[in-house]
């Protein structure tokens, strides 16, 4: 089974300012990689994913993720955020070709102030 | 981009009635879609997948006779939760894939507030 680890509940940041999340993964078998965003009562909206290929993926929004397959982790980056990127941010894992599946991790509240 | 629409976005309803929620993919043919619980300050909990024209795939500890799932078409697919009570009040999210290839991924809709009194 797989089981994804959102260490951070609560990552509080200045406006303009850079954040990482950090997501750490536990599987058996080869992953897919994904960071969702959801905003107050929506559903989630994909940032990015991981599948194969280059480690370093960029998403929407500004936001970028490095897969490490050694440190079995997935962190979210962006250099610079804006008061608009507070919201939740969940990093989920499905097994590759196995359907689809998703594990997802419990989530960071992302808290942009002024 | 791929569009999912879940209605109603928010419901309140008396304990012991039967409430239908829907999911639609509007922009494409959605072979799976999955349904997910939400509880506040919590991450999403998958309670079931449904498959176009099958049966539903339900996840430990879900009861499929709670949460009926009905998957008739390749745009809609229904999740009601019969004999609803209290403890049954939650966010609901829906989310649908476009195609058998898992590299699609899931594209959600906005969720169902649901509130049993």
């Known amino acids: 089974a797989q089981s994804v680890t959102q260490l951070d509940s609560q990552v509080p940041v200045f406006e303009e300012a850079p954040v990482e999340l950090r997501c750490n993964y536990s599987?058996?078998?080869?992953?897919?990689l994904f960071w969702y965003v959801q905003y107050p009562n929506q559903g989630l909206q994909l940032l990015l994913k991981?599948?194969?290929?280059?480690?370093l993926v960029k998403g929407i929004n500004g936001f970028e993720a490095e897969f490490n397959k050694s440190q079995t982790s997935f962190h979210l980056r962006k250099p610079s955020v804006h008061i608009s990127d507070t919201a939740e941010y969940f990093c989920?894992?499905?097994?590759?070709?196995?359907?689809?599946?998703?594990?997802f991790g419990t989530g960071t509240q992302l808290k942009v102030e002024l | 981009g791929a569009v999912v629409s879940q209605h109603p976005s928010r419901v309140i309803c008396k304990s012991g009635t039967s409430v239908k929620i829907e999911c639609r993919s509007l922009?494409?043919?959605?072979?799976?879609m999955f349904w997910y619980r939400q509880f506040p300050k919590k991450s999403l909990m998958l309670m079931a997948t449904?498959?176009?024209?099958?049966?539903?795939?339900?996840e430990q500890g879900v009861e499929k006779d709670k949460f009926l799932i009905n998957h008739a078409s390749l745009t809609l697919s229904t999740l009601t939760v019969t004999s609803a009570h209290p403890e049954d009040s939650s966010f609901y999210i829906c989310?649908?894939?476009?195609?058998?290839?898992?590299?699609?991924?899931?594209?959600f809709g906005d969720g169902t507030r649901l509130s049993i009194l």
């Open positions: 989310s649908a894939r476009a195609r058998i290839d898992s590299n699609q991924p899931q594209h």
């Open positions: 599987s058996s078998v080869s992953v897919y």
């Open positions: 991981y599948l194969s290929g280059s480690t």
């Open positions: 989920a894992v499905s097994v590759a070709g196995g359907g689809n599946k998703l594990t």
């Open positions: 922009d494409f043919q959605a072979t799976t």
């Open positions: 449904s498959n176009e024209g099958s049966k539903a795939t339900y």
